[in-house]
């Protein structure tokens, strides 16, 4: 998958900062090119398979990941990829 400007893929992936409020999906990627924010991700628990919901899309992005509360600036939820869950 390439970069964080894609907008939805086939499969309705999609970067995380394109959820509405109250939006879930399921993390399923974080784009490797920006190495030190990727590993920071990790290392607060945006991993693949975690839950994701979206609480607030602007100014900043502040969304639960399982059950830790994150901000991040918009380009970091660029980097992002979630698949969203229907219902």
Known sequence: ???????????G?????MLVRGQRGTIVGVDPHRRDRAERL????VTVGASAT???SFPGVVFLCDQTEL?????VA???LV???EG
């Open 1 to 11: 998958m390439s970069s964080a400007r894609l907008a939805f893929s086939s499969d």
């Open 13 to 17: 992936v999609r970067p995380l900062s």
């Open 42 to 45: 990790l290392a607060l628990g």
């Open 54 to 56: 979206m609480l607030q």
């Open 71 to 75: 901000a991040v600036e918009r380009g």
């Open 78 to 80: 660029d980097m992002i």
């Open 83 to 85: 698949k969203p869950v």
